[in-house]
DNA sequence: CGTCTTTTTGACCATTTTCAATCAGTGTGG
DNA sequence: CCACACTGATTGAAAATGGTCAAAAAGACG
């Protein structure tokens, strides 16, 4: 449930590298479309599963994650949503959302009118072009996450989410001397690993007892990635710069 | 291993119910676009991942499947490729393949050069729109193996896979009397699924045993979709229109 | 006919789930 | 400040699901 409503401010993301600079009249445009900003809660629900939102979504700050269930309510997390990622693009695109995305920390959304779209097409390929950059990287990053959970272990999963997490907010800047608190339940690693609770926490443990993590209360912070990359025999992630919206 | 390399003829997908027409303008440009055709073996790699290829391909008949493996050999299969598919867009978007396409069945594909990727972008909106679209329907089709692999059981999971594949395919035109033969061996369903051979072999005989699926060599013949879909716990693909490039 | 790949089967083993409690931390109202 | 409720983490034991190993059977193919 978006709580607050404000004034479009200039992206934070801008400060992050990127593959080009913008040209004055994308600015323009860009700024011209964007039509505020979002601030949600924690555990808030961004876009349901079946919606048909106006609004497509930079995520500006905080942590969310988009997730799909069964009918009997199992639930799987697909991927999470860190600063830049965009949100909704799918409803923009179909029509109508297929998955879920709720907030992880409260977090602040920058909003588009998903109608249009198809001008940003028309008469800014680059930013198409952009676009359709980010949504080749979700199935990249999904293409991985499937690989991980269809043939890893239930440790060398864990170690490979924990890592990938930690890569991702590494490169969004988000970490603090080789160590992040991903603000996350173990419910959450489990319904991502595709794992019960139970032998999730005690997957975790195995890796506590390691020293490449520590778990707190509603949160894990990565200690080692280096040793998590080793457990889960992934070699990282290879990308350097990505174009922001 | 590409095989035989002919000139490029009229693209058989165009009989295909599509979202709209292409201008005059349009189906010049994506005839000038395409540099030929391509015929491939049952077997043969399309694409291999680490590839840097110059191409960017559309299936325009037969069967292939898009794959990662880990260092010592695990490999998942990610999903199937059906006539109208991209493939190597990837490739084309971050200049690397993170992933392998292999072929199923002998297959025909359409030949795009990559580098002129950017001069859809700026001349032809709607193609580029189109592209984003198949884009973003792979991602559709990831979440949901992801959710399958992680949260069905093994019963679940590969009556799911084979009422999609099936929908899929008849929704190219490629079933018969209600009827289709998917050209795969149990290997291939116990890589897309993320189980043993011999796990497959046996949830695969259970299947058979309710009628709904009757196993040949390498293939697999679908005889009553509704009864998997029921199984699955799934409401099948909604989908009903969708471009082509 | 012999070789190769794919499918099938049985026995046994490992991983992961489920169930059922318990424990720890947080926040609330009295 | 303390009792109480609530959520999330932790544990142990029993049960189920799925994996591994080894071998045989069934087709495909030259």
Redesign the pocket.
């Known amino acids: 449930m978006p709580s607050k409503r404000t004034k479009c401010s200039e992206c934070p993301i801008r400060k992050l590298e990127r593959f080009r600079e913008f040209t004055e009249a994308e600015l323009k445009f860009v700024s011209d479309f964007k039509t505020g900003e979002l601030d949600v809660d924690a555990g808030a629900t961004i876009l349901d599963e079946g919606a048909h939102s106006a609004h497509l979504f930079t995520l500006l700050s905080g942590w969310a994650f988009r997730y799909k269930t069964l009918e009997d309510g199992r639930r799987q997390i697909l991927n999470f949503v860190l600063p830049g990622d965009l949100v909704g693009l799918q409803g923009s695109l179909i029509g109508e959302m297929q998955h879920s995305v709720e907030a992880l920390s409260p977090t602040k959304l920058c909003v588009f009118q998903r109608n249009r779209l198809p001008e940003v097409f028309r008469n800014h390929p680059t930013i198409a072009f952009d676009i359709t950059w980010i949504a080749s990287r979700e199935e990249r990053i999904l293409d991985e996450n499937l690989l991980s959970v269809g043939r890893r272990?239930?440790?060398e999963?864990a170690a490979y989410l924990l890592a990938f997490i930690y890569q991702r907010a590494e490169y969004t800047g988000m970490t603090r001397a080789s160590r992040l608190s991903i603000p996350?339940?173990?419910?959450h690693v489990?319904d991502t690993l595709?794992?019960?609770?139970?032998?999730?926490?005690?997957?975790?443990?195995k890796l506590?007892a390691r020293k490449l993590i520590k778990?707190h209360?509603?949160?894990c912070e990565v200690l080692d990635v280096d040793g998590l990359l080793q457990v889960a025999g992934w070699e990282g992630l290879s990308e350097q710069q990505r174009p922001f919206i």
């Open positions: 272990s239930a440790l999963r996350i339940t173990q419910q489990a595709g794992l019960s609770t139970v032998h999730t926490n005690k997957t975790l443990k506590s778990w209360d509603r949160s």
